[in-house]
């Protein structure tokens, strides 16, 4: 198994998606979850507890499982979700038994940290899992819409799910965090900096990718480390979030957003880029060479396959192993 330290950046099922390859290939792994969503049982947690959502931190945890009767057990366990009886109160409708767990370590411990390191000890988690920042975070943004009348009008939107839906219906800019300068959490900084790769995405381009780009500490963390750089493509562009976006779009998203941001790699899928010449275009202003491979399951394409993608994380670190890049490879299923 490959000894690369990798540290991996964002949310959700995306995050998910990069971890469950990397664990495959890594022995060393930061999870490095954003912090914002304030949605489901992560939401209503936040709300009543005052403490971090932790819904995306319990996936990461659960992507980390072995595959293993005890891994894929707790995986189950930790994404378990209850279903009360509709003539109930509904205290426990929809919330994840892992986000209690996460919550209740928290409690116990008084630390985030240590919390999400016992319960990556009780699962056997093959990697850490950290919050960016030990502050919850709010997710702001101004979507420009069209009235009936043609007419154009800019909104502000606050909330990291009212962003979302919002996007829907328009244009997304100025995307900010709330509070905007939250010191980055001790423990990602010394993994950045230790680490000799960083991987970014797949996700939520919006909301689960750029957040950790919108922290100033992060943004120097990732201009001072010395290791590789890459971002994982979505299999899809034109997402409810990214709505007439293409693939070039996304990656001038990062460099408005971060432009002293330098990348190594782009790691997409082949079918998702449309225009490949734009696409190589908008990485090398983010000093960044595409890495092309097929990296979608063969029943869903718009489905990261762990294999496929942990082949192509491997392939990444093996083409830097030597400092050289060979040219993208045209690869068949």
Same mark, same amino acid.
């Given at each position: 198994?490959?000894?690369t330290?990798?540290?991996?950046?964002?949310?959700?099922?995306?995050?998910?998606a990069t971890l469950s390859a990397?664990?495959?290939i890594?022995?060393?792994?930061t999870?490095?979850v954003?912090?914002?969503?304030?949605?489901?049982?992560?939401?209503?947690?936040?709300?009543?507890l005052?403490?971090?959502p932790?819904?995306?931190?319990?996936? %990461?945890?659960?992507?980390?499982?072995?595959?293993t009767?005890?891994?894929?057990?707790?995986?189950?366990?930790?994404?378990?979700?209850?279903?009360?009886?509709?003539d109930?109160?509904?205290t426990?409708?929809n919330h994840?038994?892992?986000?209690?767990?996460?919550?209740?370590?928290?409690?116990?411990?008084g630390?985030?940290?240590d919390?999400?390191?016992w319960?990556?000890?009780?699962?056997?988690?093959?990697?850490?899992?950290?919050?960016?920042?030990c502050?919850?975070?709010?997710?702001?943004?101004?979507?420009l819409s069209?009235?009936?009348?043609?007419?154009?009008?800019?909104?502000?939107?606050?909330?990291?799910?009212?962003? %979302?839906?919002?996007?829907?219906?328009?244009?997304?800019?100025?995307?900010?965090?709330?509070?905007?300068?939250?010191?980055?959490?001790?423990e990602?900084?010394?993994?950045?900096?230790?680490a000799?790769?960083?991987?970014?995405?797949?996700?939520?381009?919006?909301?689960?990718?750029?957040?950790?780009?919108?922290l100033p500490?992060?943004?120097? %963390?990732?201009?001072?480390?010395?290791?590789?750089k890459?971002?994982?493509?979505?299999?899809?562009?034109?997402?409810h979030e990214?709505?007439?976006?293409?693939?070039?779009d996304?990656?001038?998203?990062?460099s408005?957003?971060?432009?002293?941001l330098?990348?190594?790699?782009?790691?997409?899928?082949?079918d998702?880029?449309?225009?490949?010449?734009?696409?190589?275009?908008?990485?090398s202003q983010?000093?960044?060479e595409?890495?092309?491979?097929r990296?979608?399951?063969?029943?869903?394409?718009?489905?990261?396959?762990?294999l496929?993608?942990?082949?192509?994380?491997?392939?990444?670190?093996?083409?830097f192993?030597t400092?050289?890049l060979?040219?993208?490879?045209?690869?068949k299923?």
């Amino acid at each position: 198994m490959d000894r690369t330290q990798v540290v991996a950046m964002g949310g959700g099922h995306g995050l998910s998606a990069t971890l469950s390859a990397l664990r495959l290939i890594v022995r060393d792994l930061t999870a490095v979850v954003t912090v914002a969503d304030d949605g489901g049982s992560s939401g209503r947690i936040r709300q009543e507890l005052d403490v971090l959502p932790p819904g995306d931190l319990r996936m %990461a945890l659960a992507a980390l499982c072995d595959d293993t009767d005890w891994g894929r057990t707790w995986r189950d366990v930790m994404q378990h979700r209850f279903k009360s009886n509709p003539d109930s109160a509904a205290t426990l409708d929809n919330h994840a038994l892992g986000n209690l767990l996460i919550v209740t370590l928290w409690e116990l411990l008084g630390n985030p940290v240590d919390g999400l390191r016992w319960a990556g000890a009780l699962l056997g988690a093959r990697g850490q899992v950290l919050p960016v920042c030990c502050q919850p975070l709010v997710l702001e943004g101004d979507i420009l819409s069209e009235t009936e009348d043609g007419k154009l009008y800019r909104r502000t939107v606050t909330g990291q799910v009212k962003l %979302a839906e919002a996007a829907r219906a328009g244009a997304v800019s100025n995307v900010r965090l709330i509070p905007e300068d939250v010191p980055v959490t001790r423990e990602v900084l010394e993994a950045v900096d230790l680490a000799d790769w960083v991987i970014l995405g797949p996700g939520s381009w919006y909301t689960s990718v750029l957040p950790h780009l919108l922290l100033p500490q992060m943004q120097q %963390a990732l201009a001072t480390t010395t290791a590789r750089k890459a971002v994982v493509m979505n299999l899809k562009t034109d997402t409810h979030e990214t709505v007439g976006m293409g693939a070039a779009d996304h990656l001038k998203v990062l460099s408005t957003y971060a432009p002293d941001l330098r990348l190594d790699v782009i790691l997409a899928d082949p079918d998702v880029v449309s225009d490949h010449a734009e696409f190589a275009e908008a990485a090398s202003q983010l000093g960044a060479e595409v890495h092309y491979f097929r990296v979608h399951s063969h029943h869903d394409q718009s489905v990261h396959e762990p294999l496929r993608l942990a082949n192509a994380f491997q392939d990444m670190f093996d083409r830097f192993s030597t400092d050289t890049l060979r040219p993208p490879q045209n690869q068949k299923d």
